[in-house]
């Protein structure tokens, strides 16, 4: 992963954990709800890792 597309994931990930924690904090969502949406988030972009590089134009 480039270091470019590496920053737009770790800046995409901080935005949701900050909603996460944001819906947490209105008691619209669990602790454990919002570890369960990032969980996820994280087991999709695994699953669909080649297809993402393939998208952004890096090799894996």
Same mark, same amino acid.
């Given at each position: 992963? !480039?270091?470019?597309? =590496?920053?737009? #994931?770790?800046? +995409? !990930? +901080?935005?949701? $954990? $900050?909603?996460? %924690?944001?819906? /947490?904090? $209105? =008691? /619209?969502?669990? $602790? @454990?709800?919002?570890?369960? /949406?990032? #969980?996820? =988030?994280? %087991?999709?972009?695994? %699953?669909?890792? %080649? @297809?993402?590089?393939?998208?952004? =134009? /890096?090799?894996?």
């Amino acid at each position: 992963m !480039n270091e470019t597309l =590496g920053q737009q #994931a770790v800046a +995409a !990930n +901080a935005s949701m $954990k $900050k909603l996460l %924690d944001l819906l /947490v904090a $209105k =008691g /619209v969502l669990s $602790k @454990e709800e919002a570890f369960s /949406v990032l #969980a996820e =988030g994280a %087991d999709s972009a695994q %699953d669909r890792l %080649d @297809e993402i590089q393939t998208e952004a =134009g /890096v090799q894996g």
